[in-house]
C-alpha cells in the first residue's frame, strides 16, 4: 500500500466517524438523486414544473384536489426518456379541478370549481375524454399564487442550486489553483503581479462585485453561473498560493527541479496532490456561499428569471404570505436553502477535520 492510498485511507476512517459530515454528505448524496430524477418525483412533470392552475392558487400543505383531465386542442410532441429526464414534458391534458361529477349517457358533468362556493356545471363527451379522466393530486407543500405546486417547483430547484454551486468551484478552481501555483512557484515579479491583481478583487465585496458583473452579462440562467463563479476563486487562490511557498522548499521538489522536469509537470505531479487537501475544503465552503449568493441575487429579481424554479425566486414570489394565512409557500424554501447550505458547511468542516488542514 502507497503512502498516498494509506493517507486516503486514514481520512476516509476519520471522516466517518465525523456524525455531522456524514450527515451532511447523506443530504448532498439525497440532493442530488433528486436533482437527477427531478421531473419524476413531483406531481407537475411539465417543464419547470410550471403547470398553473388559478383556480387553486395559495393553498395550505396537504390539500387535496379532484380534477377532470381534457386533451389539449394541440396535442404536444411526445417526447423520449431522456429529454424528459433533463427538461420535464409538456402535458398532453389540461386540468379542470371540480368539486363533483357524474356520467349521464355519453357525458360527463362536473360541477367546475372556480373559487370557494363558486362551481359552474359543466359537460364533457366521454369520447372525447381519456380512460382515465379523472384525477386526484395532493400538494404536500400547497401550491402557490399561480397556482403551481410547490413541492414539485422545489424539487426542481435543487437542480438550479447544485448546478450554481458545481459551476462556481468548477471556475474557482480552475482560476485559484491556476493563480496560486503560478504566483507561489515563481515568486519574484511573477508573484507580486499576480498578488496585487488578488488583493484588488479582494477589497471589492463579494455581492457588489456579482452585482456588477450580473448587471454586465446579464439575467439569466449561465449568466449568473459565471457572475457567482468569477467572484470566489480569490481565497483558493491565496491558500493555494501559501501551500505552494510552503512545499516548493521541500526536497522532493529541489530534486525535480535538480533533474530537469519541467516546471509544468512538476506543479501538476509533484505540488498539486499535496495542496488537494485545503482546495477540497474551501470547495466545500464555496459551494455553500454559491448557493446563498444565488439565492440572494434571484430573490432581489436579477438572478435565475422566471419561469426556472429558483428557492430564491420562490421566497420574493411568496415572502408576502408569511404573515398572511399561508406561510408555507416562503418557509419551504427558505428551510430548503437552509439545509442544502448546512450539509456543505458541515461536510467541509468534515473534510478540514479529516484531512487535518490547519488555518
Do not use: C
Not at 494509506?6 to 471522516?15: N, V
Not at 448524496?29 to 437527477?36: G, M
Not at 485559484?176 to 508573484?191: E, F, K, N, P, Q
Request: proline fraction near 4%.
Amino acid at each position: 500500500m502507497s503512502a498516498s492510498d494509506s493517507f486516503t485511507r486514514k481520512a476516509w476512517g476519520r471522516l466517518k466517524k465525523n456524525k455531522g459530515a456524514v450527515s451532511g454528505l447523506i443530504v448532498i448524496v439525497l440532493s442530488v438523486f433528486i436533482a437527477i430524477f427531478a421531473y419524476f418525483l413531483g406531481n407537475d412533470h411539465t417543464p419547470n414544473a410550471d403547470r398553473q392552475i388559478v383556480e387553486i392558487e395559495a393553498r395550505k400543505p396537504g390539500f387535496t384536489q379532484t380534477f377532470l383531465r381534457v386533451p389539449k386542442p394541440r396535442q404536444p410532441e411526445q417526447r423520449g426518456f431522456f429529454h424528459r429526464l433533463l427538461f420535464g414534458q409538456e402535458d398532453p391534458f389540461s386540468l379542470v379541478p371540480i368539486n363533483s361529477y357524474k356520467v349521464e349517457g355519453d357525458s360527463v358533468i362536473i360541477e367546475k370549481y372556480i373559487d370557494v362556493g363558486i362551481q359552474e356545471r359543466q359537460a364533457y363527451l366521454l369520447k372525447q375524454l381519456p380512460e382515465k379522466y379523472i384525477d386526484s393530486k395532493t400538494f404536500w407543500l400547497g401550491t402557490d399564487n399561480f397556482g403551481r405546486d410547490i413541492l414539485s417547483r422545489l424539487i426542481v430547484g435543487v437542480r438550479v442550486s447544485l448546478s450554481v454551486g458545481l459551476v462556481t468551484v468548477i471556475i474557482s478552481l480552475l482560476i485559484g489553483i491556476s493563480l496560486g501555483m503560478i504566483s507561489g512557484y515563481y515568486g519574484g515579479r511573477t508573484d507580486s503581479t499576480i498578488m496585487w491583481f488578488i488583493n484588488v478583487v479582494w477589497s471589492m465585496p463579494t455581492l457588489l462585485l456579482v452585482f456588477g458583473l450580473t448587471l454586465t452579462l446579464g439575467k439569466g440562467f449561465w449568466q449568473i453561473f459565471l457572475a457567482v463563479g468569477l467572484t470566489m476563486w480569490v481565497s483558493l487562490a491565496r491558500v493555494v498560493r501559501s501551500q505552494v511557498l510552503a512545499i516548493s522548499d521541500l526536497e522532493y521538489v529541489q530534486a525535480a527541479k535538480a533533474l530537469g522536469l519541467k516546471n509544468i509537470r512538476i506543479m501538476v505531479r509533484h505540488i498539486l496532490p499535496n495542496v488537494l487537501g485545503p482546495v477540497m475544503v474551501i470547495a466545500a465552503a464555496n459551494f455553500a456561499s454559491a448557493i446563498i449568493i444565488e439565492a440572494g441575487l434571484s430573490f432581489l429579481g436579477i438572478g435565475i428569471q422566471p419561469p426556472t424554479p429558483s428557492w430564491g425566486l420562490m421566497l420574493k414570489e411568496n415572502y408576502n404570505f408569511i404573515i398572511t394565512h399561508n406561510p408555507a409557500l416562503a418557509l419551504a424554501p427558505g428551510i430548503a436553502i437552509m439545509i442544502l447550505v448546512l450539509a456543505f458547511n458541515l461536510l467541509g468542516n468534515g473534510l478540514r477535520d479529516a484531512l487535518d488542514v490547519r488555518g
